[in-house]
């Protein structure tokens, strides 16, 4: 099994719908993160936790909101959806303390929205 | 000053090739630069990764090299195969408060390896 595991892996929706994408992991580790990929723009964060009482904006956190249930467990909110939120989404993890601040990732959830 | 520029967005490299990707940085507290490897279909993962006090660190085909005045690293890939084909991205971050930050990742390249 993924150390980092995102569901859904593919999620078609369409504009104004709510979304929510669920990562877990089995790492271990305290710090986890929600990235956005989108061609030519590279990986940017958008919302990061150090552990299950800190949450922090990233660069792009307009439209997101997240919830950390536990260590394991972080999950990411579009309220409502819309088209330009069209992108692959990665969950991550890290120790700092510990691998020098590399980052575990997720295999992905593609979303699109119509 | 935050921001990492990579170049190029993308390369094509014969097998057997020497595949070079650059990247710069402005932010002189940057202590850590790592590139990630991402196949399709799957989440980027730790390539190689490098810290000022050395120039240059080697892991088998692939080499980072620093150059700490210019505010530049690269990625060199001797003798590239098509298995290398994937997006390369750098990154770095600073280390403070007993631990390191987080990454600033580059925009990515799309490397491609003909055979």
């Known amino acids: 099994d993924a150390d980092v595991t995102q569901t859904p892996r593919n999620r078609i929706t369409k504009t104004g719908k709510r979304i929510m994408l669920e990562c877990s992991q089995t790492?271990?580790?305290?710090?986890m993160y929600w990235y956005r990929q989108d061609p030519g723009l590279g990986l940017r964060l958008i919302y990061y936790?150090?552990?299950?009482?800190?949450?922090n904006k990233g660069e792009i956190s307009d439209g997101y909101s997240v919830s950390r249930q536990a260590q394991a467990k972080f999950s990411l909110s579009l309220e409502s959806a819309i088209p330009n939120q069209t992108a692959l989404y990665f969950c991550?993890?890290?120790?700092?303390?510990?691998?020098?601040?590399?980052?575990?990732f997720g295999e992905g959830s593609r979303l699109t929205v119509l | 000053q935050q921001q990492v520029k990579q170049s190029p967005q993308s390369l094509i490299v014969q097998k057997g090739g020497i595949s070079i990707i650059n990247c710069a940085y402005e932010?002189?507290?940057?202590?850590?630069f790592p590139w990630y490897q991402q196949f399709p279909g799957k989440g980027p993962a730790l390539l190689i990764a490098?810290?000022?006090?050395?120039s240059e660190k080697k892991e088998g085909r692939f080499t980072i090299s620093f150059n700490k005045s210019a505010k530049q690293f690269s990625l060199h890939i001797m003798d590239s195969q098509p298995g290398d084909s994937a997006t390369y991205f750098c990154?770095?971050?600073?280390?403070?408060?007993?631990?390191?930050?987080?990454?600033?990742f580059g925009k990515g390249t799309k490397l491609s390896v003909k055979p």
């Open positions: 991550a993890t890290s120790d700092p303390m510990r691998d020098a601040g590399e980052l575990f």
């Open positions: 790492k271990g580790h305290d710090r």
């Open positions: 936790s150090f552990d299950v009482k800190d949450i």
């Open positions: 932010n002189t507290a940057f202590d850590y």
């Open positions: 490098i810290r000022p006090d050395v």
């Open positions: 990154a770095a971050s600073i280390y403070y408060g007993g631990s390191q930050g987080n990454l600033i």
